[in-house]
């Protein structure tokens, strides 16, 4: 049986386990003092059962927009903070506020501030907990990595960047020339007869084959691996690690092998989850709208002193298939941006105007294309639409950029709320590999979660 020492979660199990543990404690904390101090506000029974569950979802709901269940943001002692703070108080104000699904408001105000400290000190305390003795240990995994010595440092980059708990301790050199790289390396570099004595010596959790030549596995060693699999250990291929740790697909590494690894997600010819997906579509599309034309009269009057232009702005990108169409945005640049020729945005840019910059944080320059989205040019999901000589520029470096356009361009994306503003060809790399994640895996859960990302994004008022 595995000791307690070796358990290892899953990034998955982790988001899992903090969203559970936290509407525990909060139940637990509320039915203590609705017991020690008559608390009678909120009570837990057969009778009412759906008031906690309705406070269960809030909780996990608004924990998901402020970012409680990101690791990064779980593992920091002032960014939880900020967003236990306002989950918390958005989770206690909107159960206030739907008293049809919630307890009536008590005649004793003071309860409504005891119920709020009561779920806000639990969590705090919880997660601090969790901060202090579970994240800065308990979730190391240690690994040995297969593969060639000129690519492992970058695979270990890879791997360790995106997940600080994942620890490459060791690696089996699968090529034949020695390179000087391993001096540098803080890992061991494990011979073939000692592998299986390292494994159960230093509580190794998986072994990851980053080979591209299956030739440099040699038989002593396949026969190892297939000792150490029938004995219970986990053997894995490294586009299967990075994928579940990155989210993103990496195509850089997969080379022209691409599509043997890239099944396309059954809901893109799903007829009823695109159905679904065009009526939520067109629900948001006009309410969007509708909130843009309560904010038109005041940019109307604000836009000629502060961008000293036209107030809209056409530009060509490329859509499904490869047509091209024509996007709708509230200007935000100064006049003739790209006099000479088109060039990627960039943080800080010069280019953008003081309001322009305002109305980008808020995203209020998207809003118009949601008449873009009516007319079927987009969906409010997808890779984000590029112009066209940019993806020609783009598609010379990369083959399967244009992969991306097997479905509808998005308002928002996986990409869009993973990474940064994309400045260079390098950036374009990442945000394609988070591109066809989503493509690869899309779903109504996903999209849920983009959209609660989105909204976070917004909040916090991140973004460029």
Not at 29 to 35: A, E, G, K, R, T
């Amino acid at each position: 049986m595995m000791s307690f020492k070796k358990i290892h979660f899953e990034i998955s199990e982790r988001k899992i386990l903090l969203q559970l543990f936290d509407v525990i404690s909060v139940l637990l904390s509320l039915y203590f003092v609705s017991i020690i101090f008559k608390f009678d506000y909120f009570s837990i029974s057969t009778l009412n059962y759906y008031w906690t569950l309705v406070l269960a979802i809030y909780l996990v709901l608004f924990g998901h927009v402020f970012e409680m269940y990101n690791l990064q943001v779980a593992s920091n002692q002032f960014l939880i903070l900020k967003s236990i703070v306002l989950t918390v108080s958005t989770t206690v104000l909107v159960y206030l506020l739907t008293p049809i699904y919630t307890p009536l408001l008590p005649k004793k105000r003071i309860q409504i501030l005891c119920f709020y400290l009561a779920i806000l000190i639990t969590l705090l305390v919880w997660r601090y907990f969790y901060i202090t003795f579970l994240a800065s240990h308990r979730f190391h995994k240690k690994v040995i990595l297969i593969c060639d010595t000129e690519t492992v440092s970058e695979l270990i980059d890879g791997l360790e960047k995106v997940d600080p708990n994942y620890k490459v301790v060791g690696f089996i050199q699968t090529d034949l020339a020695f390179n000087e790289v391993t001096n540098s390396l803080k890992i061991k570099q494990i011979a073939n007869d000692d592998l299986a004595e390292f494994v159960k010596n230093n509580y190794i959790s998986e072994l990851v084959i980053a080979t591209q030549k299956p030739d440099s596995i040699t038989i002593q060693l396949y026969n190892q691996l297939i000792h150490l699999l029938e004995s219970g250990f986990t053997i894995r291929e490294y586009s299967q690690v990075y994928e579940s740790i990155t989210q993103r697909i990496p195509v850089n590494y997969l080379a022209q092998d691409f599509y043997r690894y890239f099944p396309f997600s059954r809901s893109n010819q799903n007829k009823l989850y695109l159905l679904i997906s065009r009526l939520i579509e067109m629900f948001i599309c006009l309410f969007g709208l509708t909130f843009g034309v309560l904010f038109l009269p005041l940019i109307l009057i604000i836009n000629p002193f502060a961008n000293q232009g036209s107030l809209f702005y056409f530009q060509e990108r490329v859509g499904k298939n490869g047509v091209v169409f024509n996007i709708y945005k509230l200007r935000t640049m100064i006049k003739n941006a790209e006099s000479d020729q088109a060039v990627f945005a960039t943080s800080n840019d010069s280019r953008v105007t003081a309001f322009g910059k305002f109305l980008r944080k808020t995203r209020i320059d998207e809003i118009p294309q949601f008449i873009n989205i009516l007319k079927g040019d987009m969906s409010i999901i997808g890779p984000r639409p590029e112009r066209p000589i940019i993806v020609n520029e783009i598609a010379k470096e990369m083959p399967f950029y244009e992969t991306r356009h097997i479905i509808k361009p998005g308002l928002t994306g996986w990409a869009q709320v993973n990474y940064s503003y994309g400045e260079s060809i390098e950036d374009s790399l990442i945000k394609l590999q988070y591109d066809l994640y989503y493509i690869k895996h899309r779903s109504i859960f996903l999209d849920l979660n983009i959209m609660l990302k989105t909204l976070s994004t917004v909040l916090f008022y991140r973004g460029q």
